[in-house]
Structures are given as structure tokens and as C-alpha cells.
T-cell receptor, first 116, second 113 residues
């Protein structure tokens, strides 16, 4: 079974600085998706960024980028120029291409605080 | 605006009562999902549906039931058989179960006393 591990329960960053959130996963599949979701205090889950495993190029969305290391099964999220609005829970999630469920498998999350 | 709506945002019930949580989407998505979130935990899959009139159990389906009579709607019933129903419930949808990202509704916080 696939698992997702986020080893940092809490992180803190100064406004305008850069922070990296870690995520590792375990799978025997060769094709899959990886995602980072943000959950602010409103508790709405918001998609931040996605990565297809077959793509070697790391995904980037504005201030958010990932470092995808397929062999190491690592998928970290880098937030540049952190803003107060980035404060939230961040969840790493895995989704296989095949399988019967097609659901997302989530890590337990990292709570990010942004200091002014 | 396209999106997913869940109602109500907060729901209170007495123990022993069944309760139904609403989920509606106007994204024309085929697949819909229900997740449960507990404090300090990620999301866990309760039920999912690939198409109308079809649904499958997820990892924690015991004590829950669903229906999918319309493409837009996927209500979740929390029955009295669910031992620990107090939780935050999130509905999601995607174009298909084998296609990428899922989009989430705002969630319903259920409290059972």
C-alpha cells in the first residue's frame, strides 16, 4: 500500500523568506501524481501544485515550486517570498494512475506559520 | 462560478440519529469523493463514485452510506452505526478517477453529542 510521510508537524518562516516543506512517499508504481494542498483556517482544501511522475522537470506555480526526486521518493515544496496568507496546513498527497479507487493518499500535514 | 458546495457548514446531532451531508458540484465532473478529517490527521476516503448510480467503499466506509442519483450530487449519510462520527467531512470531485487533481468543497463540521 502507498504511504505518504510528512516529517515536519510544524514549520515557521519569516515573511519574505523562503521555506521548504518535506514529503516522502512509498509506492511500487512507476506512474503517479503528487500534489501539495493548502488548508487555511477556513479549512477549504486548495490545490497548490501538482507533479506527474513521468515528468523530470520540477513543477512551478508562481512562488511555489517542488523538488521531485523520484528515485529517493521525495517531493518537497518550496515557498519563496513567504506571505502572511501562506500560513496554513500543507498536505502532501499521492495518487496512482491505475488502481480501483483513484483517491488521494494524504500525509498528516505540516502547519506553516509566517511571522511578520 | 463553477465549484463544489457543501451544506451546512456546521451540523449538530444527537447520538443515535442519522444525518445527511450535502455535496453538489457544477463542474461537470464524473467522479466524486467523500473524505473524513480528524485532528492531526490527513484525509481518509469514505466512499467514492465514478459515475451516476455507481459508488464504491473507501478505506473507512463502515457506518456511512451514499447515493449518486444525479451527476451533480453525492450526499453522505452518517448513520447511528458510525462509532465516532464527530469530524470534518470534505467532498471532492475530479474529471475521472484516473485523472489528476481533485477539487474540494468547503467542508462540513459534524458534531454528535
Amino acid at each position: 500500500a502507498q504511504t505518504v510521510t510528512q516529517s515536519q508537524p510544524e514549520m515557521s518562516v519569516q515573511e519574505a523568506e523562503t521555506v521548504t516543506l518535506s514529503c516522502t512517499y512509498d509506492t511500487s508504481e512507476s506512474d503517479y501524481y503528487l500534489f501539495w494542498y493548502k488548508q487555511p483556517p477556513s479549512r477549504q482544501m486548495i490545490l497548490v501544485i501538482r507533479q506527474e511522475a513521468y515528468k523530470q522537470q520540477n513543477a512551478t506555480e508562481n512562488r511555489f515550486s517542488v523538488n521531485f526526486q523520484k528515485a529517493a521518493k521525495s517531493f518537497s515544496l518550496k515557498i519563496s517570498d513567504s506571505q502572511l496568507g501562506d500560513a496554513a496546513m500543507y498536505f502532501c498527497a499521492y495518487k496512482g494512475y491505475g488502481g480501483s479507487q483513484g483517491n488521494l493518499i494524504f500525509g498528516k500535514g505540516t502547519k506553516l506559520s509566517v511571522k511578520p | 462560478d463553477g465549484g463544489i458546495t457543501q451544506s451546512p457548514k456546521y451540523l449538530f446531532r444527537k447520538e443515535g440519529q442519522n444525518v445527511t451531508l450535502s455535496c453538489e458540484q457544477n463542474l461537470n465532473h464524473d467522479a466524486m469523493y467523500w473524505y473524513r478529517q480528524d485532528p492531526g490527521q490527513g484525509l481518509r476516503l469514505i466512499y467514492y463514485s465514478q459515475i451516476v448510480n455507481d459508488f464504491q467503499k473507501g478505506d473507512i466506509a463502515e457506518g456511512y452510506s451514499v447515493s449518486r442519483e444525479k451527476k451533480e450530487s453525492f450526499p453522505l449519510t452518517v448513520t447511528s452505526a458510525q462509532k465516532n462520527p464527530t469530524a470534518f467531512y470534505l467532498c471532492a470531485s475530479s474529471s475521472g478517477i484516473f485523472l489528476g487533481e481533485q477539487y474540494f468543497g468547503p467542508g462540513t463540521r459534524l458534531t454528535v453529542t
